[in-house]
């Protein structure tokens, strides 16, 4: 197709989408703060829930993570259920196992409890289940016509933001595919950001999520969707991540660092509900599906490149950023900004200890992952679409030498 007629094919695609996501969405009624899920769980009772499944994975249970919040349920008056069988990257079985014992248990609600891969289960959980049907069934742009089950999360990283936003992604059982469900009724009725949950988080997951964090505020910024509630989200997101990140990854027991990138991340997630994300995601969503690197580190890796790639379309927005993040004066110009900025992800990757380059990238899949990227990065609202050549030199770049 001639570039200008695949330009407008992929802006009226934009557009259909921009109508259901642009338009003003529930927000989560949201707890923050130390012992903050005490608050989640009250407000659970007070919803008149009964029996709550629990939407988690092994390991947290049997770290005893879950432990306090199960007595704050049972003292609000919610019995539950736990369904621990959430792995990364959840597939649809996942979810449809999940929605089994849920209806086994005859819950009317769900509680997500974990990170994104297990608000993300526990959102379609809460859908399918409501609408009786499977997790495929939910696939794509507001494919259910109930509501979901009442919904409710506690994040235990920060990064995601999935408590925040419409958004969904479960993978194909044979192809491991990722599809994504949008629909509004994902946003959770209450979430708590509870510092003492994130406390325990080993050092490189709180690196790799709290760089997603950064990405999603920077990409929903500079994006072409962006609005005066973004700015709002983003700004203070970039500016929580780059006084905290540090220490929190550093220091993982400092709760104040811990709280500030919790609530960096769910301001994250409601800039990226409205605005989306870009080029950062669609490389790295294809570098995780063929090769499993992890989201967060993906887009840590990524990130800077794609700033240098849109720094001369961007470059007022990136400007802005630098300044408002305390990197330079307005007096500057947008140039000198732009370089601060990439400068300044480059030096917080290499303080948190993300790699420059992976030697997971094979020479014979850089085709297959250069499509992919394009493809994906072609449905977001990107500052500017990029050229094969530069999305291949992208990809090059990040392979070890
Ligand atoms: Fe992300």
Not at 110 to 116: I, N
Not at 139 to 161: D, M, N, S
Request: charged letters at 20%; a negative charge.
């Amino acid at each position: 197709m001639p570039a200008f007629y695949q330009e407008w094919f992929y802006k009226a695609k934009r557009s259909l989408t921009a109508m259901v996501i642009t338009k003003p969405q529930p927000k989560a009624l949201t707890f923050t703060g130390v012992d903050s899920v005490k608050d989640l769980c009250r407000t659970i009772g007070q919803f008149g829930i009964a029996k709550v499944l629990i939407v988690t994975d092994k390991p947290l249970v049997e770290l005893g993570t879950l432990d306090t919040t199960l007595a704050w349920l049972t003292e609000h008056g919610v019995a539950h259920e736990i369904y621990d069988g959430v792995l990364p990257d959840p597939t649809q079985s996942v979810v449809d196992n999940g929605i089994a014992v849920l209806q086994q248990a005859q819950c009317d609600a769900v509680l997500a409890f974990g990170g994104g891969s297990s608000i993300d289960a526990a959102k379609v959980i809460a859908l399918a289940a409501a609408n009786d049907c499977q997790a495929e069934d939910c696939i794509g742009l507001k494919q259910c016509k109930l509501p979901a089950l009442p919904l409710f999360a506690v994040p235990t990283t920060a990064g995601t933001g999935s408590e925040a936003t419409m958004i969904a992604v479960i993978s194909d059982n044979e192809t491991h595919e990722k599809g994504g469900v949008i629909d509004p009724a994902l946003i959770p009725r209450a979430t708590a950001l509870d510092p003492v949950i994130m406390k325990g988080l080993p050092a490189h997951i709180t690196a790799a999520t709290g760089m997603d964090a950064l990405t999603h505020a920077i990409e929903a910024y500079i994006g072409v969707w962006e609005m005066p509630e973004t700015r709002y989200y983003s700004m203070s997101a970039i500016k929580l991540i780059f006084d905290n990140l540090p220490e929190a990854y550093v220091n993982g027991d400092n709760l104040e660092a811990r709280e500030a990138m919790a609530l960096a991340s769910h301001y994250g997630g409601l800039a990226i509900t409205s605005a989306l994300v870009g080029y950062v995601h669609a490389v790295s969503h294809n570098l995780g599906a063929k090769y499993g690197v992890p989201h967060g580190l993906a887009n840590a890796m990524v990130l800077p490149h794609v700033l240098d790639l849109m720094k001369d379309t961007a470059a007022k927005k990136m400007a802005d950023i630098a300044v408002h993040a305390g990197l330079g004066e307005p007096s500057e110009t947008h140039a000198a900004l732009t370089e601060k900025l990439i400068a300044k992800v480059r030096e917080l990757n290499a303080a948190i200890g993300i790699p420059v380059t992976t030697d997971v990238i094979r020479e014979e899949d850089v085709k297959d992952l250069v499509d992919a990227a394009l493809k994906e990065g072609s449905s977001y609202p990107t500052p500017r679409y990029l050229e094969r050549r530069e999305c291949e030199a992208l990809v090059r770049s990040l392979m070890t030498a």
